[in-house]
């Protein structure tokens, strides 16, 4: 078997990359998080592995490597690591796709029971040690409208759909998203996601950042939905107008937002989202299970697997399209 060269963009101290150590012995690995570290061994490399690099570090190397026939990003979106040269090269890229997905349906199953039982409100209650009976609302009979319906909202949908949930979606194919997915009752495509969206009591974004979903959710999205909706961001902040969103919340002309992505990130301090009663907010840490970290090198092994037997890797992005 011929020995690979594979690039790691990662502080070589990282307990991951000593994982990663222990289970690849046949290929060179080269681990750094400068351009200095990297460079010598970059010319044969065959493969690229972006676990902590920044942008600047991975478009630095991906220049030096002229040899390079897979690039691996541990995220799932990869708005931060498309460039112009990796678009236009012939280097398949892959992402994380699946590592990620079941935590964040549970993240928006749970942010639905939390408004639905008005869990904030119990648990103001009870530090002010306060008995007050108040009415609660069935998720059973509601509809769920999913904005990007893949892996992510796939796994939305199997988590709803057993509460009696009802299940819509926006999705740029309309064609049914996987042979035996009887989910969701009716896909959309994106320019008739207003036909979708009054019909929601929850709405869920969890679609890539793209220059087409870039305020995808804007104004007019947010004032045609129930005055008791709620909308729930898994995707990336941007794909939502801030702005409106903020003016919908202060003005209560939606019931609540649940987010766990934002415009800027970390959220500044004062920011208005922080203060809002009708705010549920995660700082971007809705996936971050106990193994998350390790799950990412898991898939790593095993696209380098497929790779090396010259099987088809997993999640290969679609880089014009940008996911």
């Known amino acids: 078997m011929i020995q690979e060269t594979i690039l790691?963009?990662?502080?070589?101290?990282?307990?991951?990359?000593?994982?990663?150590?222990?289970?690849?012995?046949?290929?060179?690995?080269?681990?750094g998080k400068t351009l200095t570290e990297l460079?010598?061994?970059?010319?044969?490399?065959?493969?690229?592995?972006?676990?902590?690099?920044?942008?600047?570090?991975?478009?630095?190397?991906?220049?030096?490597?002229?040899?390079?026939?897979?690039?691996?990003?541990?995220?799932?979106?990869?708005?931060?690591?498309?460039?112009p040269e990796l678009i236009e090269s012939d280097v398949p890229l892959?992402?994380?796709?699946?590592?990620?997905?079941?935590?964040?349906?549970?993240?928006?199953?749970?942010?639905?029971?939390?408004?639905?039982?008005?869990?904030?409100?119990?648990?103001?209650?009870?530090?002010?040690?306060?008995?007050e009976e108040f009415d609660v609302t069935l998720s059973?009979?509601?509809?769920?409208?999913?904005?990007?319906?893949?892996?992510i909202g796939h796994e939305i949908a199997k988590?709803?759909?057993?509460?009696?949930?009802k299940v819509l979606a926006v999705r740029r194919h309309t064609s049914p998203p996987?042979?035996?997915?009887?989910?969701?009752?009716?896909?959309?495509?994106?320019?008739?996601?207003?036909?979708?969206?009054p019909r929601c009591d929850y709405l869920a974004v969890?679609?890539?950042?793209?220059?087409?979903?870039?305020?995808?959710?804007?104004?007019?999205?947010?004032?045609a939905m129930k005055p008791s909706g709620v909308i729930i961001n898994v995707g990336r902040g941007p794909i939502i107008s801030e702005e409106a969103l903020l003016d919908a919340l202060i003005n209560n002309r939606i019931k609540g937002a649940a987010l766990d992505v934002f415009d800027q990130e970390p959220l500044p301090s004062g920011h208005l989202f922080y203060k809002l009663e009708n705010v549920l907010l995660s700082p971007h840490t809705a996936?971050?299970?106990?193994?998350?970290?390790?799950?990412?090198?898991?898939?790593?092994?095993?696209?380098?697997?497929?790779y090396q037997k010259g099987e088809p890797l997993l999640n290969v992005v679609n880089k014009k399209l940008g996911y």
């Open 8 to 31: 790691v963009l990662a502080d070589p101290d990282d307990p991951h990359i000593a994982k990663l150590r222990r289970r690849l012995t046949s290929p060179k690995l080269v681990v």
């Open 159 to 165: 988590r709803v759909r057993p509460m009696g949930m």
């Open 178 to 197: 996987r042979p035996s997915d009887h989910l969701v009752e009716k896909v959309y495509p994106p320019e008739q996601r207003l036909e979708m969206i």
């Open 287 to 306: 996936d971050h299970t106990p193994d998350w970290l390790d799950n990412s090198i898991e898939l790593f092994l095993e696209q380098f697997a497929r």
């Open 206 to 223: 969890a679609a890539p950042l793209t220059a087409e979903t870039h305020g995808m959710v804007g104004k007019t999205e947010i004032a």
């Open 39 to 83: 460079s010598q061994a970059a010319s044969e490399a065959k493969v690229l592995f972006n676990w902590t690099g920044t942008l600047v570090l991975f478009r630095e190397v991906f220049a030096h490597c002229r040899n390079l026939r897979w690039v691996h990003s541990r995220n799932v979106g990869v708005e931060k690591t498309l460039f």
């Open 94 to 131: 892959t992402n994380g796709v699946g590592v990620f997905s079941p935590a964040l349906g549970e993240f928006v199953l749970g942010a639905i029971l939390y408004f639905a039982k008005d869990f904030r409100r119990m648990i103001r209650n009870q530090m002010a040690g306060r008995w």
């Open 140 to 151: 059973a009979g509601q509809t769920l409208g999913i904005i990007g319906y893949g892996d």
